[in-house]
């Protein structure tokens, strides 16, 4: 079965440097969430995007951005790289929202240098 | 303040025993609970869902229930192997976000 793909797998940057991180969503998946997985830490929600729209908003930073596009397709845009950004990023999937189950990619794991 | 807990923060259990892990969350007006696995470093593996409606779920070896009223659900793992060692996050969606616990860290000896 397909599932939930995150491009790049690994980014290693710089301080105040930019990264961009892409989510495919599983087909026929209209919802899509992003999540931040500091080191030793539980993930934490970012945003969420239904149907192209934002849904709702969690502990995101002003610096991020994300949006989805037409295809479904989700980039988290990420400005001005601090150390602390530095962690593992999940975007999980759903078939609408609310009662649906969240299924999650395999993650993008950024390194600030 | 919405909140999750798990307990033990680690389990070290010889193989084969039946073992529970537990969930509690500060506010009961969850729409799911979800159970999932994780390997150090890796991505977030899906175990089992429970509707708010629901009581429990049950996936092969694993049962998770939910009491929503005392914001408690459980996930129980009968004869334990080796393989299940992994971290067990536990978390509870309010709207459209997932709540994590801190999980626990799971070693099965062989």
């Known amino acids: 079965a397909a599932g939930v793909i995150q491009s790049p797998r690994h980014l290693i940057k710089e301080k105040r440097e930019t990264a961009t991180l892409k989510c495919y969503p599983i087909?026929?998946?209209?919802?899509v969430y992003w999540y931040q997985q500091g080191p030793g830490q539980d993930p934490q929600f970012l945003i969420s995007?239904?149907?192209?729209?934002?849904?709702d908003k969690g502990s995101i930073p002003d610096r991020f951005s994300a949006q989805q596009f037409s295809d479904y397709h989700s980039e988290l845009n990420m400005s001005s790289l601090e150390l602390g950004d530095s962690a593992l990023y999940f975007c999980?999937?759903?078939?609408?929202?609310?009662?649906?189950?969240?299924?999650f990619g395999p993650g993008t794991r950024l390194t600030v240098l | 303040k919405q909140e999750v807990t798990q307990i033990p923060a680690a389990l070290s259990v010889p193989e084969g025993e039946n073992l529970v892990l537990n969930c509690s969350f500060t506010?009961?007006?969850?729409?799911?609970l979800q159970w999932f696995r994780q390997d150090p470093g890796k991505g977030l593996t899906s175990l089992l869902l429970?509707?708010?409606?629901?009581r429990e779920q049950t996936s092969g070896r694993l049962n998770a229930s939910l009491d929503k009223s005392s914001g408690r659900s459980t996930l129980y793992i009968a004869a334990s192997q080796p393989g299940d060692s992994a971290t067990y996050l536990c978390?509870?969606?309010?709207?459209?976000?997932?709540?994590f616990g801190a999980g626990t860290i799971l070693r099965v000896k062989s």
């Open positions: 995007f239904y149907e192209k729209m934002q849904s």
């Open positions: 429970i509707q708010s409606s629901q």
């Open positions: 978390a509870a969606q309010y709207g459209n976000k997932l709540v």
């Open positions: 999980a999937s759903s078939p609408g929202t609310l009662y649906n189950e969240q299924f």
């Open positions: 087909p026929r998946h209209d919802t």
């Open positions: 506010d009961s007006a969850i729409y799911n």
